[in-house]
């Protein structure tokens, strides 16, 4: 433990530490392949726990671990007890448990020996706070983070050496029922305490899910809401994709189950994972079973506005239909949308957005425009041939039409593939026609999407439906080659692992020197996840990117120019 005379020594001696760096050898940063798993567990309320923390050394011989931070949500959780661990013990003599951050436990120790192998090497006992409320926290552990003239967090030292270990991999733990399914059962005036990934992010509205609901996916909202969350939002930090835990009462306004400004009691961004694929629902099954979609993300297709033309105004409730149903289309304020203005689409669009109640009604809550194509699309089509992805449209008629962008979806939006011109002279024709566009790159394993957005000869355009194709691995690992390469800024880069197992995938100097780590946890298997590799901070030099998965390893070069 420091003390306060202790805190005025620490600010020069890190200066002289830096000082030396020059001149003198200080701890060097070793490979590693230490895991450590934090476990998940769902005791009752006021009854105490024992979290079991375990290592996996990977035959490693260490002699101490330093600064092992845990974050946690102090309102919901106590700390209890922290004790040396049963299967890699390092003592007790030496265990230091700093808890003097209410939020956030540090724990080090100090072996007589040395230890090697896996198991427990930290037992910490907890006790959820009783209330009305069934609460539940997330219990994570810092990745390990080396600055100079700071003390190394999360990491494990070499007996016998001044070289320190990080630990590569984590699999974060919680305590209690964080699903969204269980916290919105919680009902109205009550308690939620839960996690998950955000759909939509805009002005003063959040929505996130999690995969815990009757129909696969449960979802919730918080809003409206101002302060530190809403400048979250403004600022990006919170967005599309974004890991989040959220603690608040639930509120019924308007009969949409809510967490709102008075009722939010905390939230932590945990990390930026990947936005959820819509569901795809029809308009008939929303309008007769909506209670189970409510403030999920949702694709319905075919969609047209009845009577309407114009622009969209604020406040505002329209009707879309299909063939089957018809359903409200709400329009609110600029703290939920960008429509206000918008031509109002002629003719049939795809919505992809949450679902809203407003009294006893449902309704589509759209947040950016959705527009209509102007040519009569009969079929849009894309299949996988080989090695690449071979889209087919076809038109029934076309007015004024210039031709078809081909657009691709990436994590930072929808990129343009190329340009397919009408084959029609003037862009007008009643006959039918038929188009054909080769996908001219190889795509990893998972869910790829693709649209049209069709260009008119004014230069007006509209987007057509999307379409997917799945596409499989042909190995164990998969890992893309990192674009743009060379890189000066960013670049991004895909993976996948054939099963569901630990994964890591890491950054390396040409000296072997773990310098970032863009993954690690446990994917699901065959499902292409993308990774941008910030570049800007790095070095101008020739960089390794490796996938670690299941005994195997898989490797890109990256070079960095400035």
Same mark, same amino acid.
């Given at each position: 433990m420091i003390t306060m005379s202790d805190r005025f020594l620490i600010a020069p001696l890190g200066l002289i530490l830096v000082f030396l760096a020059g001149i003198a050898p200080l701890q060097s940063w070793a490979q590693s392949g230490i895991s450590v798993t934090v476990p998940e567990v769902n005791p009752a309320p006021g009854q105490v726990t024992t979290l079991s923390i375990e290592a996996d050394l990977d035959g490693k011989s260490v002699e101490e671990y330093s600064n092992m931070k845990f974050a946690?949500?102090?309102?919901?959780?106590?700390?209890e007890e922290v004790e040396d661990g049963r299967e890699l013990s390092f003592g007790s003599s030496n265990l230091t448990a700093n808890n003097?951050?209410?939020?956030?436990?540090?724990?080090?120790?100090?072996?007589?020996?040395?230890?090697?192998?896996?198991g427990e090497f930290l037992q910490v006992d907890v006790k959820l706070k009783t209330g009305s409320q069934s609460p539940g926290t997330f219990f994570r552990l810092t990745p390990s983070v080396k600055e100079i003239g700071e003390p190394f967090v999360g990491t494990f030292g070499e007996a016998g050496s001044g070289s320190v270990f990080e630990v590569e991999t984590i699999d974060q733990g919680k305590v209690g029922d964080l699903t969204v399914q269980n916290g919105r059962q919680e009902g109205f005036g009550n308690t939620a305490t839960v996690t998950g990934t955000v759909t939509r992010a805009y002005g003063s509205y959040v929505r996130f899910q999690d995969d815990t609901g009757p129909t696969g996916v449960s979802g919730l909202t918080v809003g409206p809401v101002s302060g530190d969350i809403q400048q979250d939002i403004a600022d990006g930090n919170i967005e599309k994709g974004t890991r989040l835990y959220v603690r608040g009462t639930l509120s019924d306004t308007d009969e949409l189950l809510r967490i709102d400004n008075t009722g939010l009691e905390n939230y932590v961004i945990l990390d930026q994972g990947i936005l959820p694929a819509p569901q795809e629902v029809s308009l008939s099954t929303l309008q007769s079973g909506g209670e189970d979609y409510e403030s999920e993300l949702l694709r319905v297709d075919g969609l047209s506005f009845s009577n309407t033309s114009g622009t969209f105004n604020a406040n505002t409730t329209y009707t879309v239909g299909d063939e089957t149903a018809s359903l409200n289309y709400r329009v609110e304020s600029s703290n939920q949308t960008e429509l206000m203005g918008e031509p109002i689409p002629i003719g049939t669009f795809t919505y992809e957005g949450v679902l809203g109640e407003s009294g006893t009604e449902y309704q589509l809550v759209p947040i950016r425009p959705a527009t209509a194509l102007p040519v009569d699309l009969t079929r849009l089509t894309a299949v996988q041939s080989e090695e690449v992805v071979v889209l087919t449209w076809?038109?029934?008629?076309?007015?004024?039409?210039?031709?078809?962008?081909?657009?691709?979806?990436?994590?930072?939006?929808?990129?343009?593939?190329?340009?397919?011109?009408?084959?029609?002279?003037?862009? +007008?024709?009643? !006959?039918?026609?038929? *188009?054909?566009?080769?996908?001219? @790159?190889?795509?990893?394993?998972?869910?790829?999407?693709?649209?049209l957005e069709q260009v008119d000869l004014d230069r007006t355009t509209a987007l057509s439906d999307t379409v997917q194709v799945e596409v499989g691995m042909d190995g164990a690992l998969h890992l893309s080659a990192p674009a743009p390469n060379p890189a000066s800024t960013r670049a991004t880069l895909s993976f996948a692992v054939q099963e569901? +197992?630990?994964? !890591?995938?890491?950054? *390396?100097?040409?000296?072997?020197? @773990?310098?970032r780590t863009l993954y690690e946890g446990r994917p699901p298997g065959e499902e292409g996840r993308r990774l941008t590799v910030e570049t800007e901070t790095l070095s101008s030099g020739v960089y390794v990117v490796r996938l670690r998965a299941g005994g195997r390893t898989k490797t890109r070069r990256l070079t960095v120019v400035r």
């Open positions: 946690f949500d102090d309102d919901v959780l106590e700390i003097s951050k209410e939020d956030t436990l540090r724990v080090s120790n100090v072996s007589s020996g040395s230890v090697s192998g896996s076809r038109t029934a008629s076309e007015t004024n039409n210039a031709g078809f962008r081909v657009q691709y979806e990436q994590n930072a939006g929808w990129q343009e593939l190329g340009f397919v011109s009408s084959k029609v002279e003037d862009g +007008t024709t009643g !006959e039918a026609q038929s *188009y054909r566009f080769t996908v001219d @790159r190889r795509l990893g394993p998972g869910t790829h999407r693709f649209r569901r +197992t630990r994964a !890591e995938v890491a950054m *390396y100097n040409v000296l072997g020197q @773990r310098v």
